[in-house]
């Protein structure tokens, strides 16, 4: 069980336009999910909590216009980069949280590779 | 703002040999969660603690919870390439995990 899908997997576009990236909890419903991004060799920076039917928390130094979060169901939540640029380029990884109490897991989806031209 | 220090860094060992990796903070955590990840993919839940002095074992992989619950370690025997991988630790606390940067893990056969 707590299997995460995103998609797409990779995704390469031109400067300007913008990506969505999907992130589905599979077998149990999350009410958190989390969007991440991460460079090479480099741990994982949060960039956004996501609660189902409620607003994005984003920490600091993120533009919250330029990383669009939707988490529309408890299983389902959508990270859309508007506008995209070369220096977006990254790994982005979500996860979903699996509600039991006192517990903080996570469960990571396999990421996405993000390339701007 | 709660930090995490995992140490090292890197480690790049034959393969046989045992190792342990360290992960700290001046911070209580309600749980602490050890993740291993390959290039290009998310990281794999490996284990979670939240019991003060808790121990668990996953095949080679033993993982001790500090009795404090600021810091944990993550000892692997007889280390094998498969074990390759970025190894992260993890605290919970809240809803929020806080990463360790991180540690480079390299068996060489």
């Known amino acids: 069980g707590a299997v995460v899908s995103q998609h797409p997997s990779r995704v390469i576009c031109k400067s300007g336009t913008s990506v969505k990236i999907e992130c589905r909890s599979l077998?149990?419903?999350?009410?958190?999910m989390f969007w991440y991004r991460q460079f090479p060799k480099q741990s994982l920076m949060l960039m956004a909590t996501?609660?189902?039917?409620?607003?994005?928390?984003?920490e600091q130094g993120v533009e919250k216009d330029k990383f669009l979060i939707n988490h529309a169901s408890l299983t389902l939540s959508t990270l859309t980069v508007t506008s995209a640029h070369p220096e977006d380029s990254s790994f982005y990884i979500c996860?979903?949280?699996?509600?039991?109490?006192?517990?903080?897991?996570?469960?990571f989806g396999p990421g996405t590779r993000l390339t701007v031209l | 703002t709660q930090l995490l220090e995992q140490s090292p860094q890197f480690l790049s060992i034959q393969e046989g040999e045992n190792l342990t990796v360290y992960c700290n903070s001046s911070?209580?955590?309600?749980?602490l969660q050890w993740y291993r990840q390959e290039p290009g993919e998310g990281p794999v839940l490996l284990v979670t603690?939240?019991?003060?002095?808790e121990v668990k074992k996953l095949k080679r992989l033993t993982f001790q919870f500090g009795d404090a619950r600021k810091d944990s370690s993550l000892h692997i025997t007889a280390a094998q390439p498969g074990d390759t991988g970025l190894y992260l630790c993890?605290?919970?606390?809240?809803?929020?995990?806080?990463f360790g940067k991180g540690t480079l893990l390299t068996v060489n056969p």
């Open positions: 996860s979903a949280r699996r509600g039991l109490a006192g517990f903080n897991e996570q469960f």
């Open positions: 077998d149990f419903q999350a009410t958190t």
């Open positions: 996501s609660n189902e039917g409620s607003k994005a928390t984003y």
């Open positions: 911070s209580v955590f309600s749980s």
């Open positions: 603690v939240v019991t003060g002095g």
């Open positions: 993890a605290g919970g606390s809240n809803y929020k995990l806080t």
